[in-house]
T-cell receptor, first 118, second 110 residues
Framework: EVQLVESGGGLVQPGGSLRLSCEVS????????MHWVRQAPGKGLVWVSR????????DYADSVKGRFTISRDNARNTLYLQMNSLRDEDTALYYC???????????WGQGVLFSVSS | QSALTQPASVSGSPGQSITISCTGT?????????VSWYQQHPGKAPRLMIS???NRPSGVSIRFSGSKSDNTASLTISGLQAEDEADYYC??????????FGGGTRLTVL
């Protein structure tokens, strides 16, 4: 059974940093591109970042470029999102998702929530 | 990258058909056949309903279908059922190598 489990949420002050993790099981992690998608409370889905299977390439939404870093440890079956210089508008539920083909996400985690607030 | 444009809400009665549109540009929806549709019930993670414009993943009801014309993709749900009431999001690969979602559509089954 494919599982994605996010962790690392909480409350952070503006300007602070946080690292989210997504531990996966049930599939060969090193074979798949992975993504982070966020959803602010009561709002829609927003794509955040993606990383290719061997971590040699990544990309980011303009809203987080230069502040967030996606990475992965294929030996630990874990995806990460390092978030720095956090802003109020980064408050959201963050999902990790497995890419299938053509950026279609058949598998999602349950989401991890964090809030940026002073 | 601007969000794809979806109607904020649509509604229909049980048994009816509804269509949700998703309008983008030549740089996303119109340029690639990598449009997906997701269903999201309150408090749940999104569920993939359609990939690559019109492909239905295993386990998704045949009542769900997708299409595309120029810069607009569409999701049609036929034979509406109460459990179809949810938020629906489209997404598209973009010429920048990124992904963009639509703003979401709330489907109400009357």
């Amino acid at each position: 059974e494919v599982q994605l489990v996010e962790s690392g949420g909480g409350l952070v002050q503006p300007g602070g940093s946080l690292r989210l993790s997504c531990e996966v099981s049930g599939f060969t992690f090193s074979s798949y591109w992975m993504h982070w998608v966020r959803q602010a409370p009561g709002k829609g889905l927003v794509w955040v970042s993606r990383i290719n299977s061997d971590a040699t390439d990544s990309d980011y939404a303009d809203s987080v470029k230069g502040r967030f870093t996606i990475s992965r440890d294929n030996a630990r079956n874990t995806l990460y999102l390092q978030m720095n210089s956090l802003r109020d508008e980064d408050t959201a539920l963050y999902y990790c998702a497995r890419d299938g083909f053509g950026f279609a996400f058949a598998y999602w985690g349950q989401g991890v929530l964090f809030s940026v607030s002073s | 990258q601007s969000a794809l444009t979806q109607p904020a809400s649509v509604s229909g009665s049980p048994g009816q058909s509804i269509t949700i549109s998703c309008t983008g540009t030549n740089s996303d929806v119109g340029g690639y056949n990598y449009v997906s549709w997701y269903q999201q019930h309150p408090g749940k993670a999104p569920r993939l309903m359609i990939s690559e414009v019109s492909n239905r993943p295993s386990g998704v009801s045949i009542r769900f279908s997708g299409s595309k014309s120029d810069n607009t993709a569409s999701l049609t749900i036929s034979g509406l059922q109460a459990e179809d009431e949810a938020d629906y999001y489209c997404s598209s690969y973009t010429s920048s190598g990124t992904l963009v979602f639509g703003g979401g559509t709330r489907l109400t089954v009357l």
